[in-house]
């Protein structure tokens, strides 16, 4: 149980243009899902909350506008990077908070973003 | 502020026993995660300790004492499949997960 995908896996792009990535709870509904980026050798950063049926949470940094969040069901929520540029390309993790448990999140297997 | 300390890197034998320590200060507490992250993957859940003592879970056991700000995982009998990256997680306000920057351990024949 608690898996969560990730759709794509990897993703090249050219500078300028829009990523859609996907995060799914496949087999239990997740009211909070979390968006997360990883560049290489260093801790995951928390990039925004999100939450169905409302707007999502930015932290500190991120710009809301290029990072489109949207949360339109229980089992699925999109990030979407607009304009991409070279300094967007990372790995970037969705995770889903299970309503029954100790609160832990269950993570995506990740979506790495290269922008050309 | 919050902030989490881990050593960067350790090292052990195949069979042998590694206790990974963490300390953290934060201004709110809800629990505290261990995560194993494999070069290129996403993290998968170890363990989770919200009161004061040791939780066992097969190999792998994760300890904390909050008074002390202090958690550590013990991996038992170390096989070369634990090479991975461990990462001491402890979930603050709002259930957001703050991350530690991760011990890569490598487990040598």
């Known amino acids: 149980g608690a898996v969560v995908s990730q759709h794509p896996s990897w993703v090249i792009c050219k500078s300028g243009t829009s990523v859609k990535i996907e995060c799914r709870s496949l087999d239990f509904q997740a009211t909070t899902m979390f968006w997360y980026r990883q560049f290489p050798k260093q801790s995951l950063m928390l990039m925004a909350t999100?939450?169905?049926?409302?707007?999502?949470?930015?932290e500190q940094g991120v710009e809301k506008d290029k990072f489109l969040i949207n949360h339109a069901s229980l089992t699925l929520s999109t990030l979407t990077v607009t304009s991409a540029h070279p300094e967007d390309s990372s790995f970037y993790i969705c995770?889903?908070?299970?309503?029954?448990?100790?609160?832990?999140?269950?993570f995506g297997p990740g979506t790495r973003l290269t922008v050309t | 502020g919050q902030n989490i300390d881990q050593p960067t890197e350790m090292t052990a034998t195949e069979g042998a026993i590694v206790q990974i320590n963490c300390t953290y200060q934060t201004s709110g507490f809800n629990g505290l995660f261990w995560y194993q992250q494999h070069a290129g993957e996403a993290p998968t859940f170890l363990s989770y300790?919200?009161?004061?003592g040791l939780e066992e879970k097969g190999r792998f056991s994760s300890f904390l004492s909050r008074s002390k700000g202090y958690s550590y995982l013990l991996l038992k009998e170390l096989q070369m499949k634990d090479s991975a990256s461990y990462l001491c997680v402890f979930s603050g306000g709002y259930n957001k997960l703050i991350f530690g920057a991760g011990t890569r351990l490598a487990v040598h024949p």
């Open positions: 999100s939450n169905e049926g409302s707007k999502a949470t930015y």
């Open positions: 995770s889903a908070r299970s309503l029954a448990g100790q609160g832990e999140q269950y």
């Open positions: 300790n919200v009161l004061d």
